[in-house]
């Protein structure tokens, strides 16, 4: 047997010991083994950083009962069995034809990953191109060369994820995170994703991760379809029989549809196909920026510099109790990252960020975002598009077009007048002075006024000379959600579509996209066994 150590606080100077060496010298008991289950930084303002572990403990017999009546008890139990995959019956019918996957994101790709363990050979559908050439079209954007609406931040192999950051953080309980984590490690991820609290890969490294997972998934018997973009739906018998590319219609015996959060053309035309919708609660607001090494001071206080230290992380959130305003909240935190223009059409002006592997550049940003709800912009499903597409064209007018973007220093926005000079930022375009209430909805500003002052308590100087806002953040959560069923995750309105991940509105992130696509494609295989494929088709 073996016992689960939790919440074992190490200081700095001791990190990098053998974690059988700290646990035995914690319990005062010789440990055979150490094997680390949870790893976190504790670094909250005001207090010495340490590292916070959970590890798993083999020790003898009479030691483990020892530790077990020891003054560390509470902090003790015995492990449980490990997850028992599911097994499913083998008197299911076959489905009725190939599944097709619409979208090469996390939700996509790893619908397509638990159907191919499964015996089935789905087609996977990619609006953009594979992740080289999209790695490549995107490198020759950001340098000066001509924009594709097909093939930026947003369309292409791998989703939004792929090359903004990698992080692996999520809220979510669902023991299929462990799934998708050692899936990742399996194609290439650090084995510390697999226990690190804020497990990151870096926008650098994930995309070879998609490319030998994709690969992988393609000798066994994975159809993928790149630079190819669904545009309309084909029903038979009151049931959905595939989709529509172009003038070619693709059968299906099931639709998983990852399209994601930013595909507004085919998020309308599902809408005029009259798939089930709601319009649902979605995040907007601005970048801000500092240098790196603020951050680390802000965080670390007298720490900082330690060697066992990380570059610095936030997560802030700052809430009004009287309910007098929006909370605000950070969002897709990114040390040592820059903010990158992410859109997918010209006309439109938003940001994202991200991060390489090493996180070793001179900024940090962090969307700083507030939750708007139906009740205030619109309870039709297309109001939450129209109000995203309004403040990203307002965007990209203030920015001058070209893909500059506005901008504001931190303490000019709240004077609320316009900066009469910038300061350096990491976005790759030009930036221009704008007044970036006008890419905000109603009211927004004001509640993020009011955050930055009251974080800026906390954290004197976030709120200072330093930092910099980029706008707006307007693509942090879909404005809509796709309908389906508690139970079988189908669409009500459209038998034979499962709408799945971030764009459908079930997810938010790549590992919470990626658990959404396991469950949609563990709700197929409940239903269906696996199609028989003629081979020349696989």
């Not at 404005?479 to 009500?492: G, H, I, K, Y």
Request: some cysteine; glycine content about 12%; overall charge neutral.
């Amino acid at each position: 047997m073996t016992l689960v150590f939790q919440d074992l606080r190490v200081p700095l100077e001791l990190e990098g010991t053998d974690p059988a060496r700290l646990a035995g010298r914690r319990l005062g008991l010789p440990v055979e083994h150490a094997r680390i289950l949870r790893k976190s930084l504790d670094a909250r303002v005001g207090r010495d950083p340490v590292y916070v572990y959970a590890l798993e403990l083999t020790l003898s017999p009479r030691h483990e009962k020892l530790a077990l009546h020891g003054r560390h008890k509470q902090k003790l139990r015995r492990s449980g069995p490990a997850r028992i995959p599911e097994v499913f019956s083998d008197e299911r019918p076959e489905m009725p034809g190939r599944p097709v996957i619409v979208g090469g994101g996390p939700a996509g790709l790893f619908a397509a990953w638990r159907l191919v363990r499964e015996g089935f050979a789905p087609i996977l559908i990619e609006r953009g191109p594979d992740i080289t050439e999209r790695g490549r079209r995107w490198a020759d954007f950001v340098k000066g060369g001509a924009f594709d609406a097909e093939c930026n931040l947003l369309f292409g192999e791998g989703g939004a994820g792929a090359f903004s950051d990698g992080k692996l953080t999520t809220r979510i309980k669902d023991p299929r995170v462990a799934d998708v984590l050692e899936v990742l490690v399996t194609y290439g991820a650090p084995e510390a994703c697999q226990w690190l609290a804020a497990p990151h890969i870096g926008s650098n490294a994930l995309p070879a991760i998609i490319r030998r997972m994709r690969s992988d998934l393609q000798r066994r018997g994975l159809v993928v379809r790149f630079d190819t973009k669904v545009d309309g739906l084909t029903a038979k018998n009151g049931r959905l029989a595939g989709v529509r590319c172009g003038e070619r219609e693709v059968p299906a015996g099931a639709v998983v549809l990852g399209i994601g959060h930013s595909a507004r053309d085919t998020m309308e035309m599902l809408l005029d196909e009259g798939v089930a919708a709601e319009a649902k609660p979605f995040q907007t607001g601005l970048r801000i920026e500092h240098p790196q090494a603020l951050i680390d001071k802000l965080q670390y206080g007298d720490s900082c510099g330690h060697t066992a230290l990380p570059v610095a992380e936030y997560a802030l959130r700052s809430r009004d109790r009287k309910g007098a305003r929006s909370d605000v909240f950070s969002f897709c935190m990114c040390p040592g990252g820059e903010i990158l223009p992410a859109m997918e059409r010209e006309g439109f002006m938003c940001v994202n960020g991200a991060s390489p592997k090493a996180r070793d550049g001179q900024f940090a940003n962090s969307g700083l975002v507030v939750t708007v709800i139906p009740d205030v912009y619109g309870t039709d499903p297309r109001d939450g598009l129209r109000l995203q597409r309004q403040l990203e064209s307002r965007a990209w007018d203030l920015g001058g077009g070209g893909f500059a973007a506005p901008a504001q220093r931190v303490t000019d926005f709240l004077a609320g007048r316009v900066s009469e000079s910038l300061g350096k930022t990491s976005y790759p375009l030009p930036l221009t002075s704008a007044p970036l209430d006008e890419v905000l909805p109603v009211g927004a500003a004001d509640s993020l006024r009011a955050a930055l002052l009251d974080i800026d308590r906390r954290l004197p100087g976030f709120a200072g000379e330093h930092g910099m806002l980029v706008g707006p953040e307007s693509r942090s959560s879909s404005p809509v959600r796709l309908l389906r069923d508690a139970e079988t995750l189908e669409s009500p309105s459209h038998p034979g579509l499962f709408p799945v991940g971030e764009g459908a509105g079930h997810a938010g992130g790549i590992m919470s996209a990626a658990v959404d696509g396991l469950r949609v494609a563990d709700a197929l295989v409940r239903r269906w066994r696996a199609e028989a494929v003629p081979s020349e088709l696989v």
